[in-house]
């Protein structure tokens, strides 16, 4: 049984069509799974056993009845903690929704019900999904599957963590700077930022409304490709939901890679970047090469200054985002004698470190005095690093790098230096200020047997490149067939 919580959804796919298993005996693998590993990784704020074995039993009736059934029909999947499941906690990893119960879905958990996935449960993540590591959880630390001593990256980390553990088949997490690429990376698995735009951002928990997107996190390419299905496409509840068709994500998978021009800019290669994640990142280029890729020198000059664009655009958005927690509307309330004292004892009780600092440099870039210095110009600095990939994308047709500088660093390491973590990012980040799309993919393994991620970047709905790069890549290599040793 454990063997079936290694396989991708594909493979679960097949076996629950040929009724080789059932969803509930497959789901009960994955509970059992959970049970015994999850003491030791600590993925999940909650595990939805109950629910999961009803959707499971559902699945399996429809199954029975004959209903044509679509691919995550009955698949066991975990969801980050800053999605609305209706009736199901939402806590976002932050005491101040420590009891919040949406009574409502986002689009994106409605789609997956539509399929009929099952959901085992609502995963740890970084508070309101800001950091890098899921060590500024307001509820727990998660820990990395191949090494408990390091993080498992973040915000996504307890979706990327419960993936590379075997305790979901896939995962959805939220990317605003990095957060589904760089967990994907350290644990070893797959994970896509889709353009923005693509996927719904209704009933996501918004952190900066302008760089949010949810996307998959998986055990290999395909997977990936079967979740974007399921989940991409306009909806009318956001207002920022792009009118486009996705195309069926699967049918890209074996276009392969002949002819196609991957962009090296020189800007990610360099000092900052551990030697084992270059050389990882140079063999997987040469291995595209060797599968008829050819590769051309492109330039993203603006990119050095990415990570401070970043913490303007993405805190000044979270300090009008996070305005709404004030013990009112949602969640926690400190008691108090007056209003004000209430609105402050609240947010001051109920926000952590990291949030409270990121609602202090937000406000502080959008305050009257220095809008124009700090807001204005981060806004006019993200044009230029939008432009300098749309000329890069006229040389190039995917852009290749690493997905982090590193691979996954100590629990603990870049805890007391908030700029360290901050640059953890520096390779997803001008991607969501670009607002397009990419992908992360294991591409190798330190020295001491750490997972590298390649990451391969597309302009907006380019996830067709992504997902026949990616596969083409995935299926000359073996790195995504290794399990971590939990
Ligand atoms: N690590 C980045 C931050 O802390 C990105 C987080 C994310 O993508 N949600 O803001």
Not at 3 to 15: F, G, M, Q, T, Y
Not at 398 to 412: D, K, L, M, N, Q
Not at 436 to 465: H, K, M, W, Y
Request: hydrophobic share 40%; glycine share 8%; net charge negative.
């Amino acid at each position: 049984m454990i063997d079936l919580c290694a396989k991708p959804i594909h493979e679960l796919r097949d076996l629950l069509r040929r009724r080789e298993v059932s969803s509930v005996e497959l789901t009960r693998a994955f509970l059992t799974r959970i049970a015994t590993v999850e003491p030791a990784i600590q993925a999940f704020v909650s595990v939805t056993g109950d629910l999961a074995l009803e959707q499971a039993a559902a699945a399996d009736a429809a199954r029975s009845a004959g209903e044509d059934l679509p691919p995550l029909a009955g698949v066991p999947v975990a969801i980050k903690d800053n999605m609305c499941t209706n009736g199901v906690l939402t806590t976002c990893s932050s005491r101040i929704l420590a009891n919040f119960v949406p009574p409502y879905d986002a689009t994106v958990v409605t789609r997956l019900r539509g399929q009929r996935a099952v959901f085992c449960g609502k995963t740890n993540m970084d508070e309101f999904a800001m950091g890098s590591s899921t060590e500024n959880s307001g509820i727990k630390k998660t820990f990395n599957p191949w090494d408990p001593a390091r993080v498992p990256g973040g915000s996504s980390g307890g979706s990327a963590a419960a993936v590379a553990a075997g305790m979901a088949a896939g995962a959805l997490g939220s990317d605003t700077g990095g957060s589904i690429r760089q967990p994907a990376s350290f644990c070893g698995v797959v994970g896509l930022k889709p353009t923005y735009g693509l996927v719904s951002r209704y009933g996501l928990v918004a952190f900066a409304s302008s760089l949010d997107q949810i996307g998959p996190i998986s055990r290999d390419v395909e997977d990936a490709a079967l979740l974007l299905n399921a989940i991409a496409g306009h909806d009318p509840r956001d207002s920022t939901s792009a009118h486009f068709d996705p195309p069926d994500y699967t049918s890209f998978l074996q276009r392969g890679v002949r002819g196609l021009r991957i962009g090296l800019p020189k800007e990610f290669s360099g000092e900052g970047t551990d030697p084992e994640v270059q050389a990882a990142v140079a063999a997987a280029v040469r291995k595209l090469e060797e599968l008829g890729a050819v590769t051309v020198e492109v330039e993203l000059p603006h990119s050095p200054y990415a990570v401070a664009t970043y913490y303007l655009c993405a805190t000044a958005e979270a300090s009008s985002n996070l305005a709404r927690y004030d013990g009112v509307h949602y969640g926690f309330r400190a008691p108090a004698d007056n209003v004000i004292e209430m609105y402050s004892r609240t947010r001051s009780q109920g926000f952590g470190e990291e949030v409270k600092r990121r609602i202090m440099l937000g406000t502080y870039a959008l305050s009257a005095g220095y809008y124009d210095a700090f807001y204005l110009k981060s806004l006019r600095v993200r044009t230029l690093i939008r432009r300098d990939f749309d000329a890069a994308f006229e040389k190039c047709d995917v852009i290749a790098g690493p997905t982090a500088p590193t691979p996954a660093f100590r629990i603990g390491e870049k805890t007391s230096d908030p700029l360290a973590m901050y640059l953890s990012d520096i390779f997803t980040i001008s991607v969501n200020l670009a607002g397009i799309c990419a992908i992360s993919v294991p591409c190798g393994f330190t020295e001491d047997n750490l997972p590298v991620g390649l990451q391969l970047i597309a302009p907006s709905f380019g996830e067709d490149r992504l997902i026949a790069a990616a596969h083409a890549y995935e299926q000359a290599t073996e790195w995504h067939r290794r399990r971590p040793p939990v």
